[in-house]
């Protein structure tokens, strides 16, 4: 089945404690993105790669990073987590050309105390 | 830049009423994708339809209807006969088409609440 993963769905961590959240898609699609949502802001984009080894911000990159070392994951690290960042993430991944079909994983909640 | 408005935060309905979730997009290119999600509360997003700028005419799915118009910058959804399952978040999105790092931009999101 054509599926994006995400681990893990819940996520409790303390202030300061690095973290990394994975994702893993097995469709060979080019590119992945991050985003954020949060209420009454929809969903934000954090980072973005367009293949391995190229990646970009989004618009609110600060407090994050991400590497594409290979092209099937893309994992999200919280370096040093702050209550800011508690929110719910989703990773997407789609074909760089032709239809844009994205398709998303099933969200990581994290709650920063 | 692109954005998107979802005016309406929330929206409560009584089963078997008809809702509109309203969509208002910016953008300064002529070639752009348009879409709706629905966020169900267990949380995962569920992709609803895709429709590209050049393609204006109305789609209906079932009980589901989107009403494209270029002139007024709107992509709006209709649920007829809503029922409780229909409760969830909806979000209008916006994908410029770019050879590269094109982004899908998402409004703010309209929860909607049927009653029985």
């Known amino acids: 089945e054509a599926q994006v993963t995400q681990n893990p769905r819940y996520l409790i961590t303390v202030t300061g404690k690095k973290l990394t959240v994975t994702c893993s898609q097995n469709m060979n699609h080019e590119y992945m993105s991050w985003y954020r949502q949060d209420p009454g802001l929809g969903l934000r984009q954090i980072y973005y790669s367009m293949n391995v080894e190229v990646t970009d911000k989004g618009d609110v990159p600060e407090g994050y990073k991400v590497s594409r070392k290979e092209k099937r994951n893309f994992p999200l690290i919280l370096e040093s987590p702050s209550p800011n960042q508690t929110s719910l993430y989703f990773c997407?991944?789609?074909?760089?050309?032709?239809?844009?079909?994205?398709?998303f994983g099933s969200g990581t909640r994290l709650t920063v105390v | 830049a692109q954005k998107v408005t979802q005016a309406q935060t929330e929206i409560s309905v009584v089963e078997k009423e008809d809702v509109t979730l309203d969509c208002v997009y910016e953008t300064r290119d002529t070639t752009y994708y348009l879409f709706w999600y629905k966020q169900p509360p267990s949380g995962e997003l569920v992709f609803l339809i895709r429709r590209n700028s050049f393609d204006e005419q109305n789609e209906i799915s079932g009980r589901y209807s989107w009403n494209f118009q270029k002139s007024t910058s709107s992509f709006n959804f209709t649920i007829t006969a809503s029922q409780v399952v229909d409760s969830a978040v909806y979000f209008c999105?916006?994908?410029?088409?770019?050879?590269?790092?094109?982004?899908?931009?998402f409004g703010a999101g309209t929860i909607l609440r049927v009653k029985s």
């Open positions: 997407a991944s789609r074909q760089n050309r032709g239809r844009f079909g994205y398709t």
């Open positions: 999105a916006l994908s410029e088409v770019r050879e590269y790092g094109n982004k899908l931009v």
